[in-house]
């Protein structure tokens, strides 16, 4: 199982989260972060002066995946995301290891918490 971490631009998390719907996927999460890559910050004009933003809003999609459909998954990100303008995004494929259930499967409930 492999970890798919994409971070886009975040007007077209919509249209990527629409063109995974049928895609085989294990887990999906999704949240809001800012970062910047090579373009370093953005110039934003305010009246007349000029504000250097150092940290341009991203949305972080983590995606997890069997192995044998990576291929498949990020193509489908990347067509989607792409739009020829620097600070498309990036995405990133990493190993995943074992995880566990937090449910209780031997009774199919949450476990019981003490306080």
Do not use: C
Not at 39 to 63: C, M, R, T, W
Not at 68 to 89: H, K, L, P, S
Request: aromatic share 6%; charged share 25%; glycine share 6%.
């Amino acid at each position: 199982m492999k970890q798919i971490v994409a971070i886009v631009k975040p007007y077209l998390v919509e249209k990527i989260l629409a063109g995974l719907k049928l895609a085989p996927l294990e887990a999906l999460s999704v949240q809001e972060v800012k970062g910047y890559g090579r373009q370093k910050n953005h110039i934003d004009q305010y009246g007349e002066s000029e504000y250097a933003l150092a940290f341009l809003p991203k949305v972080e999609i983590s995606l997890w995946v069997d192995d044998a459909r990576v291929d498949e998954v990020i193509t489908r990100v990347t067509e989607i995301a792409q739009t020829g303008r620097m600070g498309d995004g990036k995405i990133f494929q990493l190993p995943a290891t074992t995880h566990e259930a937090i449910i209780d499967t031997a009774e199919g409930q949450l476990p019981s918490r003490s306080l």
